[in-house]
């Protein structure tokens, strides 16, 4: 292979390329150039190399002496890697590890998804993470769902309506509706623990300024969805998502904290977005991306792994590796 680095800055003018080598593989929209882009521009320290030949692109970063890897920050559910169906990536990666400045020992590939490229037999497992298939109608996949579940959501339901408060499920998918829309998800991650942790999104902070970018551009091409649910007059839980063809990523979750812990307005939405997207049919997938948690197996059965693969210099390397761990 023909490897040629160039600073990932100039990413833009390689977009159409890295595009049409994801479109060769699974829908998978946390991988499009929208999404690379505007991760670059909010999380990108400089040092960062696009890789490109005709079969493979990558995003990879100095990791400690010797040691490369993808670029990944925390909003990336995936590393920066694409590949072309059917290519011998163990060649790939060799000759990309030799490619690279300086003399690279070792080039990890962090969080890489079987459905996109399948797991070799020195993968490294990571996490599990979950999907719904949507196929056939909702009542089907419903009742196919826990009766612990069902019936949990259906009294809280009941006793909302008693209590006179309406339940609303608001999907915003324009344009110009993005920023408000992180504005409102950062203001309920903001009431909540993420607060006192740092980590809450802000239209101010870094957080804030990539999924403003990102969601505008999805949303451009009509890929992007905000999903607010209301109690009432309140703002309880929201969903913030991208699309590419039939598949929908929820990219992030966050919830009212004061709600009373009889109820769970993220898992009221949920079923009401679940539903709305079984009753659209042009969702085929269902993505979450994040690492598989109790509520996630009420709602799902299909789980996969996701995994690493460290690519090195020498097969000595490996083998001393090995042996620390």
């Avoid at 089907?140 to 579940?149: E, I, P, Q, V």
């Amino acid at each position: 292979m023909t490897w040629t680095l160039t600073p990932a800055a100039q990413f833009a003018d390689h977009a159409a390329h890295w595009n049409a080598l994801q479109a060769a593989n699974p829908a998978a929209p946390m991988l499009q150039a929208d999404f690379v882009g505007a991760l670059l521009d909010a999380f990108g320290t400089g040092d960062e190399l696009l890789a490109i030949d005709d079969a493979a692109m990558a995003i990879v970063r100095p990791h400690g002496r010797g040691s490369w890897a993808t670029f990944q920050p925390a909003q990336a559910p995936l590393g920066m890697w694409i590949e072309r169906p059917g290519l011998d990536r163990a060649a790939a990666l060799a000759s990309l590890l030799r490619a690279l400045p300086g003399m690279g020992l070792v080039l990890g590939l962090t969080q890489l998804d079987p459905l996109l490229a399948p797991a070799p037999s020195d993968a490294i497992a990571y996490i599990e993470t979950a999907r719904i298939t949507v196929a056939g109608s909702f009542d089907d996949y419903w009742a196919a769902r826990g009766k612990n579940l069902r019936s949990n959501l259906k009294k809280q339901r009941a006793k909302l309506a008693a209590d006179g408060v309406a339940l609303r499920l608001q999907v915003s998918t324009e344009t110009h509706e993005m920023m408000d829309a992180v504005r409102d998800f950062g203001q309920l991650e903001s009431a909540g623990w993420k607060a006192q942790a740092g980590t809450a999104v802000h239209l101010d902070n870094a957080q804030g300024r990539f999924y403003s970018r990102m969601l505008a551009a999805f949303a451009a091409r009509g890929a992007a969805s905000a999903y607010r649910y209301w109690f009432g007059e309140q703002l309880v839980a929201m969903d913030l998502c991208i699309r590419q063809d039939d598949c929908i990523v929820v990219l992030k979750t966050t919830y009212d904290e004061s709600v009373p812990k009889t109820f769970s307005p993220a898992l009221l939405m949920r079923e009401d977005a679940v539903r709305a997207l079984f009753d659209n049919g042009a969702t085929a997938r269902i993505e979450f991306y994040g690492k598989v948690m109790e509520w996630h197996t009420r709602w799902t059965e299909e789980v996969r792994t996701l995994y690493h693969l460290n690519q090195y210099r020498w097969a000595a390397l490996r083998r001393l590796h090995a042996l620390s761990k």
